[in-house]
């Protein structure tokens, strides 16, 4: 069964961390680029991050920069996202999903929904004091 699973998610305070884990199975994680998303009550979901096949080349949405960091260990078929200083407004249900190429595209359509698949069910994050 192709499938990927998230973990990792918790409540904690703002200025805290937390790690998520996307893992997959049923393939090859590591011939695929691999986004997270989220979504906040209310709004639509939103692209993160985004990692290379290889892990060489690593994208992120200008909120989270400087903060979140996009991880792979393909011996593992797993991707992390190191999440540093978290604030209220990061609070939302965290998902991933495998793109269809092996690079994560251009600035204008990285986060294009129709080029991922095999979503998660999404960890819940919440910040909050």
């Known amino acids: 069964q192709v499938q990927l699973v998230e973990s990792g998610g918790g409540v904690v305070q703002p200025g805290g961390s937390l790690r998520l884990s996307c893992s997959a199975s049923?393939?090859?994680?590591?011939?695929?680029?691999v986004g997270w998303f989220r979504q906040a009550p209310g709004k639509e979901r939103e692209g993160v991050s985004c990692i290379s096949s290889n892990g060489a080349n690593t994208y992120y949405t200008e909120s989270v920069k400087g903060r979140f960091t996009i991880s792979r260990d393909n011996a593992k078929n797993t991707v992390y996202l190191q999440m540093n200083s978290l604030k209220p407004e990061d609070t939302a249900v965290y998902y991933c999903?495998?793109?269809?190429?092996?690079?994560?595209?251009?600035?204008?359509?990285?986060?294009?929904?129709?080029?991922?698949?095999?979503w998660g069910q999404g960890t819940q994050v919440t910040v909050s004091s």
């Open positions: 049923g393939f090859t994680l590591g011939y695929y680029a």
């Open positions: 999903a495998k793109r269809v190429t092996t690079g994560c595209g251009y600035d204008s359509s990285r986060y294009r929904t129709p080029d991922f698949s095999s």
